[in-house]
């Protein structure tokens, strides 16, 4: 098991920053499929952003491609998101998970997901 807390959440204005943060407790975060989720108010929850073991790579949800990056460093137990360009709809708590599973694929479904944070809150205000 893994304890994954989220940071870096806030209030920001359209086209503005954040980056978010996951930290996880534990030695053995490398061996962890890393994922960033997100969920808005009475909507259900939604993927964006993964990133393999090494880091060698990511994919992301078509909303948000080219505007955030999901990175980690292993040697800190650490994933991170970093959103650029962020819209409205953007608004929503998001979550980092992760999938103790040895997958060949990359996941995207939450249920897939062993390990949730407790969320944190991004608004993005217009």
């Known amino acids: 098991q893994v304890q994954l807390v989220e940071s870096g959440g806030g209030s920001v204005q359209a086209g503005g920053s954040l980056r978010l943060s996951c930290a996880a407790s534990?030695?053995?975060?490398?061996?962890?499929?890393m994922g960033w989720f997100r969920q808005a108010p009475g909507k259900e929850r939604e993927f964006v952003a993964a990133?393999?073991?090494?880091?060698?790579?990511?994919y992301y949800a078509d909303s948000v491609k080219g505007r955030f990056t999901i990175s980690r460093d292993n040697a800190k137990n650490t994933v991170h998101l970093q959103m650029n360009s962020l819209k409205p709809e953007d608004t929503a708590v998001y979550y980092c998970?992760?999938?103790?599973?040895?997958?060949?694929?990359?996941?995207?479904?939450?249920?897939?997901?062993?390990?949730w944070g407790q969320g944190t809150q991004v608004t993005v205000s217009s």
């Open positions: 990133i393999s073991r090494s880091g060698g790579s990511t």
């Open positions: 534990g030695r053995t975060f490398s061996t962890y499929v």
């Open positions: 998970a992760a999938d103790r599973m040895l997958r060949v694929v990359l996941t995207t479904t939450p249920g897939e997901y062993d390990y």
